[in-house]
């Protein structure tokens, strides 16, 4: 199965799966004999670590550069009393030490981008300034992507392991056994390998009508447990570029930074010409770019251009600030463009190299804790542009898809020696096979279970798994404390089929509910899936499974768990028992193009504290048996399938669904037929670095139904902040048949904040919020049930407005929420603080 990995703003299973494994890792360091020199480089205006410092023996030719993090290892069997230190926009700075003796330096470099202006040049920095803007000028028809088609081979390799393993993890018990796994850097730090992989694909690309395919060719790929399982698919990483200076921002791992040839970059970058030479008859100018100020997401470095042209030859950056990331604490970009026949400009290579420190709260921060690395590099070859033939895909209607070759994954050694636009070196044909011995290590697979039980909610037990977890033990007023458990076959059993069931046990109503299920995946190309359930469980009121559309990834529509109750602002007992039986069919037509259809038989029981009444009289329940067929369609999103698990990852384009359902509901010996129209719109928008995210949901009920079948707008009892729940709303505020929600969020990403002295270091990050709510309620409805005395008739739109800081102590949002209007007659708060626990880059 593929494992493609790359660096999107979703790619959390990957690195959340090498967090569990760093929470058993203790950093060390590792010292030299001799004359050694260690310690760490920092930026002193801001303490950020500086990464590929130039450190030299003074009066010797022995030296070595700062790694990812800073830090820097230098020995010698040389006599020298003082090490210098260099770096593009920071002065030269020395430092004395003792020879034949450790040294332990903590070096500070002052960077010379505060006092740039003091520096003569020219009154008016001419000759940069006509360089870049002829650049500009030239940006769109030396852009690769302005081809209407092009083709291309690409090689790309990827790889990811922890660095600076200390003496603690590598003695422990876990690894006693397994000395040879851990391997030495360049600076005489330790590793640990966890992810290896190569691939080589042929890419075709039309822009009108937009399609894309892409072949792959060869792959290869070692990863630890999870990182070698799973298949990032849809719209794969062998189509993206990943990086294209030309783009005015670069988005990388959820963010968006600031090219250094961006159409505005001056507001953000100074720059410097700092040398031209003659190559092949033309000028090649060098030009040296540092950040205008501290705080935004800039580059340092420098970049290659020519004069005949006025393209990109070669760009080099290296991140200038992290001090506002969580966990990226450095990353270098590196970019090389190519003239196709003279006069085509194309990619040529380009490469990322990321370390990531999961460590947020640091009791000694001098100390070298253990991050992750990553690499990836890309190289392109074969490329022709403006072809006649369009590009032809499996389905006509469809817009990219990948083709794998049948022996794409059994390419032999000989293959790859032949194929690969760039050799291995040494280190890479090693890590291989020390990933494989790595995963059998007991520890290791621990932390593997432990991450594909964050994704599946089961824990791997061989043949059979447990869970859900968040299933296991909740409570509330009706059940009391309540006890399940459940379990699944696994693939070990079935990569094709799955069983799964479990039951539970409330301590105060002292019944018994549960669920059962089988599901068959046909051995297609595209996702077919049949499934039968039955589940009898205890549900909140307005919870279905169109919450599905908006939180995807969710184990499951319910927010009845556990974690619901622990800070609650009321006591939760708007609660009915649900008996449902369910045959569902899934079917993608093409990437992107996905149905559901539904048949179910739903059963609603007179609940404890809101019991259902008609015209006074109660009602013992209440049944309905309902169609349906869902349409989602979406355009070049990354997604991840294992078995019957998949998981949506990144898409920067509109997710619709479109639901038409309709059915017969049971009533007091009678029947009445009834149809809806549902949908929902979500996406996420980057504007410069800061992003704005928004999703819609409206829908339509026509006929007669019990108010339980309709729109509930799900409110917010606790203490805690939900992006698509109303959280100045009660339980059972409103209800509705026809229906219009809004939630919209915009985070700066520090933008303000950034740039007043007192805050710009502490990482904090601004977010507004605004939601808004429109409905209406038939009163033909109460034929079937009597609407409960809480609900209100909606006169005035709902609207609440929010503002916050997120990123505190790097985990959590708090936010203040306004109830705009209207006034609650339930008595639900206008104002009140709150908060909610994220992991975010």
Do not use: C
């Amino acid at each position: 199965m593929r494992k493609q990995f790359s660096p999107d703003k979703h790619s959390g299973v990957r690195n959340f799966y090498l967090l569990l494994l760093l929470f058993v890792i203790h950093a060390g360091a590792a010292y030299s004999q001799q004359t050694t020199v260690t310690g760490k480089i920092t930026d002193s205006e801001t303490g950020e670590s500086l990464p590929l410092v130039s450190i030299l023996l003074k009066n010797t030719t022995t030296g070595t550069v700062s790694d990812t993090t800073g830090y820097f290892l230098l020995a010698s069997k040389e006599k020298a009393d003082s090490v210098i230190f260099t770096a593009v926009g920071y002065y030269r700075r020395a430092y004395k030490i003792q020879p034949y003796t450790k040294n332990e330096l903590n070096v500070r470099l002052k960077p010379e981008v505060i006092n740039i202006s003091e520096v003569k040049v020219k009154p008016d920095d001419g000759p940069v300034r006509r360089i870049l803007k002829q650049m500009t000028e030239h940006k769109r028809e030396n852009n690769p992507d302005k081809y209407p088609r092009y083709s291309y081979q690409k090689y790309t390799k990827w790889e990811y392991h922890l660095n600076n393993v200390g003496d603690k993890l590598i003695n422990s018990k876990a690894f006693r056994n397994n000395q040879s796994v851990f391997k030495t850097n360049a600076d005489s730090t330790k590793y640990l390998p966890v992810y290896f992989s190569e691939q080589l694909v042929f890419n075709e690309v039309q822009r009108n009508p937009p399609k894309q395919k892409s072949t792959v060719i060869g792959d290869k790929t070692s990863g630890v447990g999870i990182l070698d399982d799973l298949e990032i698919s849809g719209y794969t990483s062998a189509l993206d570029m990943e990086v294209n200076f030309y783009d005015n921002f670069i988005n990388l791992f959820g963010q968006n930074f600031v090219s250094p040839v961006a159409d505005n970059g001056w507001f953000y970058y100074k720059y410097f010409l700092s040398d031209s030479t003659l190559v092949n008859g033309h000028k090649q100018y060098k030009i040296t770019f540092v950040p205008r100020r501290v705080g935004d997401k800039v580059f340092k470095g420098y970049l290659l251009t020519e004069d005949q042209h006025y393209s990109i030859v070669e760009i080099d950056g290296t991140l200038a600030n992290t001090s506002n990331l969580n966990f990226l604490k450095t990353m270098r970009l590196k970019g090389n463009y190519q003239f196709v026949t003279d006069s085509v400009p194309f990619y040529k290579r380009n490469q990322i190299d990321a370390v990531f420190d999961y460590v947020p709260m640091k009791n000694n921060p001098s100390k070298k804790h253990i991050s992750l690395f990553f690499s990836q590099a890309a190289t392109i070859d074969q490329v022709k542009v403006n072809q006649e033939e369009p590009v032809k895909l499996s389905t006509a209607s469809a817009k990219y898809e990948t083709v794998k070759l049948p022996d794409a994954y059994d390419r032999k050694e000989d293959f790859w020696n032949k194929n690969r636009l760039e050799q291995l070196n040494e280190r890479e044909h090693m890590i291989s096979s020390v990933i494989d011995s790595v995963s059998q290590i007991k520890a290791v697979k621990f932390a593997d279970n432990l991450a594909r039980m964050s994704m599946t909610g089961y824990y791997d037990l061989g043949r059979f798994e447990f869970g859900p977890y968040s299933s296991a033990i909740n409570t509330n007023k009706v059940e009391g404390l309540h006890l399940f458990v459940g379990g699944r076959t696994s693939s070990e059993i079935s990569t094709r089929y799955m069983i799964w069931g479990g039951i539970g046990y409330g301590t105060r109503n002292h019944k018994l509910n549960g669920m059962f299920g089988a599901g068959y995946k046909f051995p297609t190309i595209h996702r077919q899936i049949v499934r039968f359930s039955y589940d009898d469980k205890i549900v909140r009121m307005g919870e279905n499974e169109k919450i599905l559309y908006l939180y995807e990834n969710a184990l499951s529509p319910t927010e009845n768990n556990l974690i619901s109750q622990i800070f609650t602002r009321d006591e939760l007992d708007e609660l009915y028992r649900e008996q449902k039986m369910s045959l569902g069919y899934e079917y993608e037509w093409r990437p992107g193009l996905l149905n559901r259809a539904g048949v179910n038989y739903i059963r609603h029981f007179s609940p404890e504290f809101y019991p259902f009444l008609r015209n006074g009289s109660p009602v013992g329940s209440v049944s309905a048996l309902d169609l349906s067929i869902d349409t989602r369609f979406s355009w070049k999103e990354k997604l991840i399938d294992d078995k019957f698990l998949r998981v949506y990852m990144a898409t920067d384009y509109p997710i619709i669904h479109v639901t038409f359902g309709g059915g017969q509901v049971f009533y007091n010996e009678r029947t009445s037929y009834y149809g809806r129209i549902l949908s929902t719109v979500k996406q996420g928008i980057y504007f410069g670095q800061t992003y704005f995210h928004y999703a819609l949901e409206g829908g339509m009920y026509f006929g007669k139904l019990p108010y339980t079948m309709l729109d509930i707008p799900r409110g917010n009892e606790t203490q805690g902040y939900f992006s698509y729940d109303f959280n100045m709303l009660n339980y059972l505020e409103y209800v509705h048949d026809n229906y219009a929600h809004a939630y919209l969020e915009y985070h700066l990403n520090g933008f303000f904040f950034n740039r007043l002295p007192l805050l710009k270091r502490v990482g904090l990050r601004e977010v507004f919020s605004a939601k808004g709510m429109i409905g209406s309620l038939s009163n033909k409805h109460q034929d079937i049930l009597s609407f409960p005395t809480t609900i209100s008739k909606m006169n005035d739109p709902y609207v609440e407005l929010g503002a916050g800081i997120e990123n505190i102590f790097r985990l959590f949002r708090v936010e203040a929420v306004w109830r705009v209007q209207p006034t609650s007659l339930q008595g639900a708060p206008a104002f009140g603080l709150r908060a909610k626990f994220e992991i975010k880059l």
